[in-house]
């Protein structure tokens, strides 16, 4: 199983992104998929989650700016991020959830205030 994450960058406060992370394997339809971010000198924390029956949780520091979403067909899932602030600085994993957890190798979001 491969993640590829893509869609970080720098963006001033106020901005959006989106970031995308493609599975291989046929594990994806299966899994809970989500995205987790890593700021400088802190612990991982969880951003968004969706489950293979669409069932969604985001984190409290994300709810009404962030939406995650998922294509069975392409094996991606997406991360809408809109409204950015500088504390959601940091590095951006993807995530895929069936028995074992597998991880993309981050994509960096910076933004500027």
């Known amino acids: 199983v491969q993640l590829q994450a893509s869609g970080g960058g720098l963006v001033q406060a106020g901005g959006s992104l989106r970031l995308s992370c493609a599975v291989s394997?046929?594990?994806?339809?299966?899994?809970?998929t989500g995205w987790y971010r890593q700021a400088p000198g802190k612990q991982r924390e969880s951003v968004a989650r969706i489950t293979s029956g669409g069932f969604i949780i985001y984190g409290d520091s994300v709810k009404g700016r962030f939406t995650i979403s998922r294509d069975d067909a392409k094996n991606t899932v997406y991360l809408q991020m809109n409204s950015l602030k500088p504390e959601d600085t940091g590095v951006y994993y993807c995530?895929?959830?069936?028995?074992?957890?597998?991880w993309g190798q981050g994509t960096l979001v910076t933004v500027s205030s």
């Open positions: 394997g046929s594990i994806f339809s299966l899994g809970t």
């Open positions: 995530n895929v959830r069936h028995g074992l957890d597998y």
